[in-house]
Structures are given as C-alpha cells and as structure tokens.
C-alpha cells in the first residue's frame, strides 16, 4: 500500500506574499519543512502539489533541488487536484497537509498512518497538537467519493466533506501528550507576525543539518511568554462551506 505526503502549495497569498519561500536561516521557509517531513516513516513519498500557473513555477523548481516530486493540478479545487496526483503516482493513502505550516510533525505522521489504517478509516485527522503542525490521512478512494459529491470549485478548505456528510467511517488521533498538546498555540503562517514567530523560534533552535523536535519548540515558548504573545492576535481564516451536488 503506498502512502505519500502530498504538501498542497500556491504562491498567491495577499497577507504575506511568497511566504512559502520566504528565508530562513538561509533556505526557504518550505525546504525546512521537506527537511522535516523526510523524516516520517510511514511515508514513501512526498509530492508538492501546486497550480500550473507560472507564479508557481518557483515551487516545481524546489521540489527538484530537494529530491521530492511535483505535481500541477486544478489552482482552486484542491480536492481534486489531490485526487489526480494521487493518480499519477498510484497513492493509496494520502497524508496531506499544506506549505503555510513549516512545523508538520513526522512522528505524528506515523501515529497518523497507524491509527488511520488500524481503524480502517477513510478519513482521519488529529487533535491536540498546535494549530499547524498537524496533518490528515485519506484513503484515495474515499477521496474520489468526495470529488463526486461535491458541487463546490473551491475547496481550499475539505476537511467537511469527510466530517459532515455522513458517508465516510471518520474518526480523530486524539494527542493527550502534555509535552506537545498545546491546541491553542499558532503554529501556522499566514502573516507577518506568524512568520516572526517561526523566525525567533528557527534563531533559538536551529542547528545545521538538523532537525529540532517539536518537543523542543513547545519548551521553548512555555520559557517565553513574549514568543507565543507575537501571532495571539492572528484570526485564521475562515474557508468556504461545503457544497454538496442536489442528488446525494
């Protein structure tokens, strides 16, 4: 059964432009985290999947310089452009998860895949870590199902389709771990002030050629208060409702 990390990325945001590539400690912010998701196990590979547009051409040269596949798909309908990278590359299971969150974690990967697969689930996510860092499993079949009922374009924002709809065996990898469940703690990049954050953390912890635990980033911002105080006031985003085609 193949099993790949499919990083969805674009570089058309407005509130930090080209944030996916923006440096640091001398590498884009994406290439730390490739550096990082190469350490999952249960993972045979990792694909970048992007638009065809050549604002993203940036993205496809990276994953060349870093040793990982591409993809070009549909801009909007990210659903379905999971689907048919999963087609290119016969994926069987689908961890995904999106360039905007540089601290997606392996090993909760491989806890992911395992519960995922001993519950036979079609879907699966997790619970209790900080906002961005963790990720989804989905089976490929359950994610054609999902690509037929839906009557929305734009799905940036999916994970309803499998929690909402009542046609797919769900469920949550609950991390009670106190070491790193931290649910309220941002993580994820989406402006200036998250990308500080991400900044001061990489400046405290960062040592070359290695990979900082999450462990050590969540010690590091219970020791300092002013860290966690940078992104508080940061609202996420809130995406489009689910859509589902008249005859389901």
Known sequence: MKTAILITARLKSTRLPKK?????????????????????????EIIIITSPFEQDDPLVELAA??????????????????????????V??????????P???PVYIDRL?????????????????????????IDYAALVKACEIKAEKDTEVWGGYFTQTGLFNWGTLQITDPAVCWPELRLTVDTPEDFEL????????????EVFALQEILALCRRREDLVLI????????????KLKAEV
């Open 20 to 44: 996916v590539l923006k440096p640091l400690v001398g590498r884009p912010m994406l290439a730390h985290m490739l550096d990082r998701l190469k350490l999952a196990q249960s993972s045979d």
């Open 113 to 137: 895949v395992a519960f995922h697969r001993q519950q036979k689930h079609d879907f699966t996510n997790t619970e209790g870590l900080p906002w961005g860092v963790f990720s989804y499993a």
């Open 92 to 101: 069987e299971t689908l961890i995904s998860c999106t360039a905007d969150n």
């Open 198 to 209: 991400v900044e001061k953390i990489f400046a405290e912890l960062y040592r070359p050629g």
């Open 231 to 242: 992104n508080t006031g940061v609202m996420q985003k809130a995406g489009i409702p689910i």
């Open 103 to 105: 601290f997606v974690d």
């Open 65 to 90: 310089c870093e040793g990982v596949k591409s993809f070009r798909g549909d801009p909007d309908d990210v659903l379905l452009r999971m689907k048919m990278a999963a087609e290119e590359f016969g």
